[in-house]
């Protein structure tokens, strides 16, 4: 079965670097997405990357996938206080479903 | 502007109510979805569209339909059986098959009251 499991809280300080982890059951995932959600807004696509890579980075985005050990993890460099939100990790499966981990809440303390 | 609405932002439903949260979208997107968020939790997928015309129930469809008339327009309607209908919802789309990425709306908010 489909299942995503993310850890719930992470707490860093402003200027370090964050590092945000997923792990997935489904082999046959095809991407892999980080999402980032406000309070009380929807979720902003914050980059994806093809199972077939094992790396992506993008400004101050780093995506790393382990796909032997279903292994995804978001680092982002230099965080802000705007970082602060809630990070959810998402496989896409066979059928061009989304399945969704529990989100982690990212706060940066100033 | 391109992209999803979502309305309206907030509701309130008393008990033994139907409502219609609408999700329209002017990306030209095929599929479309709606997604169910409890407090401090993770998305659940409700029901989805692939085509205008067909839809298909997800994890959680029990007490919630949809209609798929037009390719930009996705309502959901919470119907009285829903038991317990407090929660964000949130409407997403995406491009055709060849479509990498769903985008989504700002959400609603559904409160029994």
């Known amino acids: 079965g489909e299942d995503v499991e993310q850890s719930l809280f992470l707490s860093v300080r402003e200027g370090d670097s964050s590092v945000i982890n997923c792990t997935y059951t489904?082999?046959?995932?095809?991407?892999l997405y980080w999402y980032k959600q406000e309070p009380g807004a929807g979720l902003q696509l914050l980059t994806y990357?093809?199972?077939?890579?094992d790396m992506k980075q993008d400004q101050r985005l780093t995506v790393l996938l382990n796909k032997k050990d279903k292994h995804l993890s978001l680092r982002i460099a230099d965080t802000q206080t705007g970082d602060s939100a809630i990070y959810f990790c998402?496989?896409?499966?066979?059928?061009?479903?989304?399945?969704f981990g529990g989100g982690t809440r990212l706060m940066v303390k100033p | 502007d391109g992209g999803i609405t979502q309305s309206p932002k907030y509701l309130f439903r008393k008990e033994g109510q139907n409502v219609t949260l609408s999700c329209e979208q002017n990306?030209?997107?095929?599929?479309m979805y709606w997604y169910r968020q409890d407090p401090g939790q993770g998305l659940r997928l409700i029901y989805y569209?692939?085509?205008?015309?067909?839809?298909q129930k997800g994890d959680i469809a029990e007490g919630y339909s949809v209609s798929r008339e037009k390719k930009e327009s996705f309502p959901l309607t919470v119907t009285s059986a829903q038991k317990n209908p407090t929660a964000f919802y949130l409407c997403?789309?995406?491009?055709?098959?060849?479509?990498?990425?769903?985008?989504f709306g700002e959400g609603s908010w559904l409160t029994v009251v």
């Open positions: 990357i093809f199972s077939n890579m």
């Open positions: 569209s692939q085509i205008v015309n067909d839809f």
């Open positions: 990306l030209n997107h095929d599929a």
């Open positions: 489904d082999s046959s995932s095809t991407y």
């Open positions: 998402a496989e896409r499966t066979a059928g061009n479903m989304l399945t």
């Open positions: 997403a789309s995406r491009e055709g098959s060849s479509g990498n990425t769903i985008y």
